[in-house]
């Protein structure tokens, strides 16, 4: 009927009630629209990321989130007195800063609420061009972590007369708590001996700042800092070491035509995950393949082109299998696939080639060849590298990582490695290489199969060394101090750290400590051959760090903190309850990602950049005119003001206990290294002692000084303000840098030597004599003057020189067991959870060291949206058909053994949640050992003070524990529950009646594992030998039982059957040459003479 | 001003109010009772008027058994009745200060109090009639008033409206729900309202053809 006849709607003008009666009038003009047309807010930005300009940062009006969902202004309008439902406006200054929670720093900013001067929430920092104004869920979980109600107050110190682990603390204040520990460090560094240089131990978890812990037992002239590298990423270090002088690769992901990664780490965790995964994202997005080498499916493999899953352990043949078609095929051109260009010029094969000795005698002798090159040009070199590569053969890969049915992926793998040509881009870390022993030789291997590709030369979408894209200054801040220049280096060797077994260990070999400590007959037996090591330490001092929970053979941590004689003081800077907190004399509360001033600065693409980790409230405060009383003290201060609570930092602390308790009167010699040049009373501050430090950086430094003129201190203005800053982009084929040479100087690394005491060696290099040492300054190619690698040829080395002459020649170059009979010969390269060592069908290779996205080893349990999406995520991952095989359903607890294969001897086991599934291969299980944390009481009270300190509330439950030197026991008790008790920062926290998980996310499996030292790089192998079995009746998940006596005697094998430890010939403790980070050491400290 | 023309406005406020109202909340006794004694409204549901359920259920019940099950079939569950839905291209809604019909109603300063219609958006169907509605009642005070210039202004806000606007997506909801309309009610309603819309829109494009004379077409 269309259309009707107008006249037919006219019918509408004699309804009987009019319009206006039968409208719903939900039309009305109000003041809501005027504040819309007066207002300048974005409702819906048009991307995800969108940021306000920085200009606009100190004073930056944003609707409120809670009411924007309400549908913005434009709706609601703006609220004020005659628009009351409008939406509300906050009014910010937003303060850069730079995430915490894991080691890739991520730019972060600080919404600080000018009107309650609190934060809203964190979100990225545009101006960081590695995150590029990204974060992870980490990163966000930020504002839960600050204002967890779980938060320790104030400084608590263990109550006197109670013993530690008892539970029973007090309050403290900053101010006593450093003059106790500041006393008993004076009194230990007054003595003076050389045992004294080696009882203090600063035990930094991840640092994520670059060289500011490393200042603090440096200044004190201590050989006395301990890493947790080597239960991180000691065995990608040391093939990394060996191959440039450098500590880890640095990918360029964005441009490479191959992702090819070894483990989920970059793109879903770990390093520099965010970072890394958004450039591994816009390379696939343009057409790059990417492949994963994990015996689990990760996030990372799940959406890989191609996921292979190894034997773990075993990837070192995969590699050489590579290397060898390399070597041996042509292209479809007939044309070479080895990268000779690359690999001839900037590879050491002269060096081999020249050695003869050597190759007679461990090649030759121990078989890898048959017959001596017959000269030593570069075509030889080739032709034995065919012949020394030819036995890893794909039938032979097949059977070694145990890839049968797999022929196809191994020539997918090929064709993706073949057609990114010199554009393939890594990141060997963590994974095999810290999992195994032998896992150092995975990165060898790995760094072969780029290095033939001319994939590491550090080109465009290939892959370099981390050295040259990253910044290190925060230990640099001299010029600020009295001292105004560097301590001078440290005269010690402390064999805590560094014990004489391992003398390439990369590096402290920190899981082991308390053994150590606590191994009387190893002690004497290094005193009789002339070694001078402390039976005790006087002064602990984990900073945010936790290595009860977090290391191997825990009970064994908990033995030697509870020893008194053995550890005489102990402190935990820490910004949460831990496990190790518990047994320590002090928890001094610090700072998370807002909270602490921190240089980092992280190489996870081709550039050079700084950034800078603030005291956000602090900022903001002084951005509003606060001043703090003491300038020194400005971020204790601060958060004392504003509500934080007694909340400190080490970049305030440490200049503060030095400067007024440890050495008060300067006779140490440490404090000038500590107080201001411009107030010598005091100690410096984070303004002197930042600018002073990143003022090192001529561009910065250039655009600083010209944006802040009137400022004091510009350049830390500058990174106060933006919170980032990227020194130098396109950093690329740096090796082939020029170095500048004039009429009389030759210039290398910042300092220049005379020409005439420039000497020229066969293979090209330029060595000086310094300090009685030769050093390698550059490599001379055709008629230029290069910089070259770190190394000491200034080439990469496929021959490490050094390593055969410290013992080890039979692996100074890439091999491998090439059939079972080498399996016990070279023992060293082989992992403890081969496949060799499984006999029945309940004997399993444990997958322990993946870590899980949304947690970071001990530093999620704080933040209740991590531990809410962490729940039950951490089960054992079983392959389906074994566990079909045992009986095995989902869900079933089970019983997991785990044994040595070095000893023989058992751990114990730990209870755990079964999962059978087709992500993990055959064989192999999988159980991350991030999760499972525990607390021994809900809550401790503090007399005097109203409300109970909970513990870990939002993601511990409560257990028992029993340990009595030889066994011990945990077992759960209670789960977490909803909270009424929460006293401070209720607005942050309205929802914690809603906690509905029990926090049983995992066993303390760490405890459980042994400590497996690497004989060479020293990294615990984390990987462990398991035997399953059903749960028995009175097992719940969660329970472990460890007889950490007989892990006692674990460790003791790994070191006396595997170790090659310095003997009499030697003369020093280490290649002086190859990197010992941290504290500087002279000459006369490397120097040893050990009995016979 | 002429009669005719004056009533023409009031119908066509009238008839935007009752279909907003309408296609905005269920009917209640109350209402329905009203378009029942009225013939005129009646009438533009003829189908509704002769059918046999009206007499086997006393209004209460006809409402709650049938009319505001197929109300909230047609425009509450299944089918979609705003803008966005039909002209984006990801078919998504914009239920925030950024949809741009929103951003009309703030231009004129009208602030649309969204609770009090139980619509998710500003651009559902009813809200764009009621609007009309608001147009053409202010169109009426100028014609009473004597300021044709401002009414012309306001007729053309009203033929862009419809144009840009409800025209680009009306028809074809209504469409849909004539054809799945369970109940005659709402089926004379879909097509009551599809017809006049198409039919208004035809007057304001012969009034704009006259440059906006009202007098001109009553000649």
């Known amino acids: ?1092 | 001003m002429q009669e005719n023309i004056l009533t023409q406005q009031i119908a066509r406020i009238n008839i935007y109010a009752l279909l907003s109202r309408l296609l905005m909340s269920e009917v209640d006794e109350e209402m329905l009772e009203l378009i029942l004694k009225d013939e005129n409204m009646l009438s533009f549901f003829p189908t509704f008027e002769s059918w046999e359920k009206r007499e086997q259920y006393s209004n209460k019940d006809l409402i709650e058994k049938y009319l505001n099950v197929d109300f909230t079939n047609l425009l509450l569950l299944h089918l979609i009745p705003y803008e966005s839905f039909y002209t984006r291209e990801d078919q998504m809604m914009e239920t925030g200060g950024d949809n741009p019909v929103q951003a009309i109603f703030n231009a004129f300063e009208f602030n649309v109090a969204l609770d009090k219609a139980r619509v998710m958006a500003a651009d559902h169907i009813a809200i764009e009639l009621e609007f009309m509605y608001e147009l053409a009642k202010a169109e009426l005070k100028a014609m009473e008033d004597g300021n044709m210039q401002i009414a012309k202004e306001i007729a053309q806000i009203e033929y862009g409206f419809l144009k840009d606007h409800i025209l680009e997506w009306a028809p074809m909801f209504l469409l849909n729900m004539k054809n799945e309309a369970g109940t005659a009610f709402y089926y004379d309603l879909a097509d009551f309202a599809l017809e006049f819309i198409l039919s208004d829109f035809e007057y304001l494009s012969e009034l704009k053809k006259r440059d906006y004379d009202y007098l001109a077409g009553s000649k």
């Not at chain 1, 402290?508 to 009789?528: F, G, N, Q, R, V």
């Not at chain 1, 009373?681 to 600018?691: G, M």
């Not at chain 1, 040479?741 to 060696?761: F, L, M, Q």
Request: net charge neutral.
């Open chain 1, 1 to 1092: 009927m269309y259309l009707q006849s107008r006249r037919t709607f006219l019918k509408g003008a004699a309804f009987s009630v009019a319009g206006v009666a039968i409208a719903k009038g939900v039309f009305a003009t109000d003041a809501a629209a005027e504040s819309v047309t007066n207002s300048k807010f974005t409702n819906t930005p048009d991307t995800l990321s969108f940021y306000p300009p920085q200009s606009e940062w100190d004073n930056f009006q944003e609707l409120d989130g809670a009411d924007w969902k309400r549908g913005g202004i434009e709706r609601h309008g703006v609220r004020s007195e005659e628009n009351p439902d409008g939406i509300q406006v906050n009014n910010y200054t937003i303060v850069p800063t730079v995430c915490s929670n894991c080691e890739a720093g991520c730019g972060l900013t600080a919404w600080v609420n000018k009107d309650t001067m609190t934060v809203r929430k964190y979100m990225g920092n545009p101006l960081h061009t590695g995150s590029r104004g990204r974060n992870c869920a980490k990163g966000y979980a930020v504002t839960s972590q600050m204002y967890d109600p779980d938060r320790i107050p104030f400084p608590l110190k263990r109550a006197p007369g109670s013993k530690r682990g008892e539970g029973k603390w007090v309050r403290t204040t900053w101010d006593d708590a450093m003059a106790e520990i500041g006393k008993k460090m004076h009194d230990t560094l007054k003595k003076g001996d050389e045992i004294s240089k080696k009882q203090i131990i600063y035990h930094v978890g991840r640092p994520n700042e670059n060289g500011f812990g490393h200042r603090v037992p440096h200044s004190m002239g201590v050989d006395g800092y301990n890493s947790h590298t080597n239960i991180c990423s000691a065995g990608a270090r040391q093939g990394t070491i060996q191959w440039a002088n450098d500590d880890r690769n640095s990918p360029d992901w964005a441009n490479a035509r191959l992702i090819f990664l070894q483990s989920s780490h970059a793109a879903d965790a770990g390093h520099y995950f965010q970072q890394s995964a958004g450039l591994i994202a816009d390379a696939r997005k343009r057409g790059a393949k990417m492949v994963v080498l994990d015996p689990r499916m990760s996030n990372s493999a799940g959406m890989a082109d191609l996921w292979i899953p190894c034997w773990p352990g075993t990837e070192t043949a995969l590699y050489l299998y590579l290397a060898n078609r390399v070597l041996h095929e042509k292209d479809i051109n007939g044309t070479d696939l080895v990268n000779h260009e690359f690999f001839k010029e900037w590879v050491n094969w002269d060096r081999l080639m020249a050695n003869r000795e050597y190759i007679e005698k461990h090649m030759l002798g121990n078989g890898y060849i048959s017959k001596m090159p017959k000269d030593d040009s570069y075509e030889s070199f080739i032709e034995m590298m065919k012949e020394l590569y030819s036995p890893y053969t794909k039938e032979f890969v097949i059977k070694e990582c145990k890839l049968e049915g797999m022929d196809h992926k191994l020539d997918a793998l090929w064709e993706m490695y073949i057609d990114a040509g010199d554009k393939i881009a890594t990141y060997l870390w963590r994974a095999g290489p810290i999992a195994h022993r032998g896992g150092w030789m995975i990165t060898r291997a790995g760094f072969l199969t780029l290095a033939l590709r001319g994939a590491l030369r550090g080109d465009i979408g290939g892959t370099s060394f981390h050295h040259w894209h990253e910044i290190s200054v925060a230990g640099k801040g001299d010029k600020s101090t009295v001292a105004g220049e560097r301590p001078a280096k440290v005269d010690v060797w402390n064999e805590i750290p560094w014990p004489p077994e391992y003398p390439l260990s990369s590096y402290e070999m920190s899981h082991i400590m308390p053994h150590l400590l606590m191994d009387d007959a190893w002690h004497e037996k290094w005193t009789k051959k002339g070694l001078k090591i402390p039976k005790s330490i006087a002064v602990y001092m984990p900073r945010m760090y936790n290595p009860v929970w977090i290391n191997p053979d825990g009970f064994r941590w908990i033995e030697a903190l509870k020893r008194e004689d053995k550890i005489e003081l102990s402190f935990n800077l820490s910004p949460t309850w831990s496990e190790t907190n518990w047994y320590c004399d002090y928890v001094l509360p610090v700072g998370l990602a807002g909270e602490r001033n921190d240089q980092q600065s992280t190489p996870s693409k081709p550039e050079q950049r700084i950034e800078f980790r603030q005291a956000v409230l602090r900022v903001a405060a002084e951005k509003a005119g606060w001043k703090a009383k003491d300038p020194s003290r400005a971020t204790l201060e601060a958060h004392m003001k504003f509500g934080l609570g007694e909340i400190w930092e080490e970049s305030e602390f440490w200049p503060n206990i030095m400067v007024h308790h440890v050495d008060p009167d300067g006779s140490l010699g440490i404090r000038k290294y500590w107080a201001s040049k411009k107030d010598p009373s005091r100690a410096v501050t984070v303004p002197e002692y930042f600018d002073a430090a990143m003022s090192l950086l001529p561009r910065l430094k250039e655009t600083a000084t010209k944006m802040y003129k009137n400022e004091e201190f510009p350049v830390y203005a500058y990174m106060r303000d933006h919170g980032a800053w990227t020194e130098k982009t396109n950093v690329y084929k740096p090796q082939e840098e020029e170095l500048k040479v004039d009429s009389e100087y030759v210039y290398a690394h910042g300092k220049k030597y005379p020409k005439n005491e420039v000497k020229k060696d066969k293979f090209g290099a330029l060595w000086i004599e310094h300090d009685g040492r030769e050093h390698s300054i550059g490599l001379v190619k055709d008629d230029k003057i290069l910089a070259g690698f770190h190394t000491r040829s200034k080439k990469l080395e496929f021959f490490s020189e050094w390593f055969a002459e410290w013992k080890w020649p039979e692996y100074a170059i890439p091999v491998y067991p090439r059939n079972e009979g080498e399996y016990k010969k070279m023992e060293h390269l082989v992992t403890q959870v081969h496949h060799s060592f499984m006999k029945a069908d309940n004997e399993f290779a444990l997958n322990t060291v993946f870590r899980l996205p949304y947690n970071i080893h001990t530093r999620s349990v704080n933040s209740k949206h991590l531990m809410e999406i962490s729940q039950n995520h951490n089960p054992v991952w079983i392959y389906t058909k074994d566990a079909e095989k045992l009986g095995i359903k989902r869900g079933d607890p089970i019983r997991v053994k785990v044994t040595d294969t070095v000893s023989g001897l058992d751990s114990g086991y730990f209870v755990a949640m079964a999962v059978p599934t087709e992500a993990t291969r055959p064989g192999v299980l999988a159980c991350s050992h991030h999760a499972g944390r525990w607390r021994l009481k809900e809550s401790v009270d503090i007399p005097g003070f109203e409300h109970p300190l909970t513990i870990m509330g939002v993601g511990a439950p409560t257990y028992e524990m029993t340990n009595d030197g030889k066994v011990g026991t945990l077992k759960p008790t209670g789960g977490l529950h909803a909270r009424h008790d929460v006293w401070q920062f209720k607005e942050y926290n309205k929802d914690l009646d809603n906690i509905w998980w029990d926090g049983l996310s995992g066993s303390w499996q760490n405890a459980v594992a042994p400590s497996h030292p690497d004989p060479i790089a020293g990294n615990h192998a984390w990987h462990l030998k398991v035997i399953i079995e059903k749960a028995q009746a009175d097992d719940k998940i969660g329970d472990i039982v460890v007889n950490y006596a007989n892990n006692f005697k674990v460790y003791q094998a790994w070191r006396d059957q595997l170790t090659r430890p310095l003997d009499h010939n030697d003369t020093e403790r280490r290649p002086w040459f190859i990197k010992r980070p941290a504290v500087p050491l002279s000459k006369k400290a490397y120097e040893v003479h050990i009995k016979a």
